[in-house]
């Protein structure tokens, strides 16, 4: 089987042309050409001599991922659908903001989780992603864009649950925001997780980036009903952990809460948000429900939806209504599935 290097890291990618009898430098321009210079083949690479360039394409790969479809929203937000080599689809959103763009990208091919308001959920798991076929993600879409360097923030809020395929996404993320990798700030790029407990610490002690969760209730008996994570995971649990999570300096947890009508959106599930984060360094994200074709349940007014702010705000949280992108093309959170299972 082909190793593709996107799998290693730098240690490792010198190791491998070491047994392969090649110089270990070879494997550093390698690795240039793949983060720097955003190489889909061995043939790109022309400071590798004819000869060597030959012997990893029979050895080795660089990508995997093959671009099916790209929709635009109205909104300019972009969905692409890929297939991986397997013929499994995955989706990715690229995000316009003021100054720059956010890509949202997937850490696994459906998703085992199960929360009730998501599309992904509905296909059920098929398998985690590699972490070349995260990281091919991030690559493919800023090789399309007419300013790369606008690309700044990466969010792993795509299709999947990023904990539940720990060592592929850890693997992307260190690539991700290495010096000879992609170089992205790991200020900005952020993993959101529907509340893994165990893994969240441990998260922390090896990587320092953003750390969302997916909260959407602050009592057990809600969360069991919109996420069953919860039975494995109470909320005390959950939140336990985050105290131990190891924030980098100024930072805070963002507290992802969907606000669904009559399930979650009432004052007192307000005031248990507030008893609940009570000393953590916490900002919480108010995300009305996006709609899909297979979920009967509904978004509250924007009157409701102020009305559960204030009391938030009130209580010295820093709450912010998050405006979804690219609803018109079921991009927005909750909405990805990757249209079908497999290509037919």
Avoid at 22 to 46: I, P, T
Avoid at 48 to 58: C, M, N, V, Y
Avoid at 213 to 242: E, G, H, Q, W
């Amino acid at each position: 089987m082909k190793v593709n290097f996107k799998d290693l890291d730098s240690g490792k990618i010198e190791e491998w042309f070491t047994n392969q009898g090649l110089d270990a430098y070879r494997g550093r321009q390698v690795r240039q050409w793949l983060y720097k210079k955003l190489a889909f083949s061995f043939d790109e690479m022309s400071n590798l001599p004819k000869s060597i360039r030959s012997f990893l394409t029979d050895k080795a790969c660089i990508n995997n991922l093959e671009k099916i479809k790209t929709e635009v929203s109205e909104d300019g937000t972009e969905k692409y659908l890929f297939k991986l080599i397997d013929g499994h689809l995955i989706e990715s959103v690229l995000i316009p903001e003021k100054d720059h763009f956010t890509i949202c990208i997937s850490s696994q091919a459906g998703c085992a989780m199960g929360c009730r308001f998501c599309l992904t959920a509905k296909q059920g798991f098929n398998r985690n992603l590699t972490s070349a076929e995260i990281i091919d993600q991030v690559i493919v879409v800023k090789r399309s864009m007419d300013t790369p360097d606008r690309l700044t923030n990466i969010v792993l809020m795509g299709m999947g649950e990023p904990l539940d395929n720990y060592s592929a996404v850890l693997m992307a993320m260190k690539n991700l925001i290495s010096n000879d990798g992609m170089n992205f700030s790991h200020r900005k790029v952020t993993l959101s997780t529907c509340g893994i407990a165990p893994l969240i610490k441990k998260l922390g002690e090896n990587i320092q980036v953003n750390l969302a969760v997916s909260l959407n209730a602050a009592d057990d008996k809600t969360r069991n009903f919109l996420m069953p994570i919860n039975r494995r995971y109470p909320i005390k649990t959950l939140i336990s952990a985050c105290r131990d999570f190891a924030l980098p300096n100024r930072s805070m947890i963002t507290f992802e809460y969907i606000l669904i009508k009559g399930i979650n959106d009432r004052d007192r599930d307000a005031y248990n948000i507030i008893r609940i984060l009570s000393g953590l360094k916490a900002k919480i994200n108010l995300i009305p429900l996006n709609p899909h074709h297979s979920l009967k349940m509904t978004p509250p007014s924007m009157e409701e939806i102020l009305h559960f702010r204030q009391i938030l705000i009130d209580n010295h949280f820093t709450a912010i209504i998050r405006k979804s992108k690219g609803k018109d093309i079921l991009a927005a959170c909750g909405q990805l599935s990757g249209r079908h299972n497999k290509m037919e």
